[in-house]
């Protein structure tokens, strides 16, 4: 349930929108109240999304590419491997997520997107479905739900899967959104990292990897936050703007094959389980990359520097 809030004056600008259009005053006052709905956690979204009925979104998914001829015959001596057929729902399921459009009548869509909001921003209190508060997080006006008609509710999800699970990395990124001559449209940007990431699930680059966790969202998952930290790497080198159309190049090209998405998912287990030797408290490891001796280690080192 909402917690109700009381606004301090620090806290009027963020909240001023709110309550213009949800309480319909003028200026806010000292005493004004407002709500502060609790975050929503990564796991909880996925759980509810789950429950949700797909079945209208299946006959339009496409989760592989269809080859024939020659083509098909260089694609299964040379190509990925297929992707198990226990996990093909799994699969099916992001696919399906990708379609999905924000519904205004669920309360857990915009749960989502006020939990990215918060943990960016640090604001403890709710802010308006619709504003020019939302152009401050990197979304292109002022009604989020217009920029993700392309992949739809899993590009939130991803997002919010950063913001929640890797926030060390997820602040980086965003306060260089911000830089003075290097800004950029910080969730704009996500929403384009999160389709290359599908692109590259469908073009069946993932499946080496799916098929030796048995999972599929969270291989997707890692390859998203990895293209996200090869992007922080590239732009925090001076690029501005003008780049962005090369840096994402750069990017898709970096997941044209398994071999280059193992690279990337390799590049973020290190960043996560070294960081030259310091770690980052924000930043949570929810890899599942392997159950090799080197993975558990770097657990009990997070949980010793945790518990500080």
């Known amino acids: 349930e909402a917690v109700v809030s009381t606004q301090s004056t620090g806290e009027k600008n963020v909240c001023g929108e ?13 005493d004004a109240v407002v709500l502060s709905t609790p975050l929503i956690t990564y796991q909880e979204a996925v759980e509810h999304f789950r429950e949700l009925d797909m079945s209208s979104h299946e006959e339009h998914i496409i989760t592989s590419i269809n080859l024939s001829g020659i083509t098909k015959l260089i694609a299964q001596m040379c190509g990925p491997p297929r ?4 996990l093909k729902n799994e699969k099916a399921f ?5 379609q999905c459009q924000f519904d205004n009548s669920d309360a857990t869509d915009f749960r989502l997107l006020l939990t990215i909001y918060k ?28 920029d993700l008609r392309g992949t739809g509710m899993l590009s939130l999800l991803a ?10 990395l997820a602040t980086k990124l965003y306060q260089l959104s911000l830089h003075e001559t290097q800004n950029f449209p910080f969730c704009v940007l996500l929403i384009n990292l ?62 044209k094959s398994s071999s280059e998405c193992m690279d990337l998912i390799r590049g973020l287990k290190r960043y996560c389980n070294e960081k030259d030797g310091i770690f980052e408290k924000n930043d ?18 997070v949980k010793k520097y945790a518990a500080r």
Request: positive net charge; contains cysteine.
């Open 18 to 30: 709110w309550l213009e259009r949800e309480i319909g005053s003028g200026a806010p006052t000292q």
């Open 83 to 86: 992707m198990k057929q226990e």
């Open 94 to 98: 992001i696919f399906c997520l990708a």
């Open 119 to 146: 943990v960016l921003t640090g604001s403890t209190l709710d802010c308006a479905r619709y504003g020019s508060h939302w152009q401050d997080i990197g979304f292109q006006g002022t009604d989020p739900a217009t």
């Open 159 to 168: 997002i919010l899967y950063l913001v929640r699970e890797h926030k060390g």
């Open 194 to 255: 999160a389709k290359t990431a599908l692109v590259a699930l469908r073009n069946g680059y993932l499946n080496k990897e799916a098929n030796r966790r048995f999972a599929v969202i969270p291989v997707y998952c890692d390859v998203f936050v990895a293209l996200t930290l090869e992007y922080h790497k590239i732009w925090k080198t001076g690029k501005t703007i003008r780049d962005s159309g090369f840096v994402l190049k750069r990017l898709e090209d970096r997941t």
């Open 284 to 301: 949570i490891v929810f890899l599942n990359v392997s159950k090799e001796k080197s993975y558990e280690n770097s657990q009990s080192k």
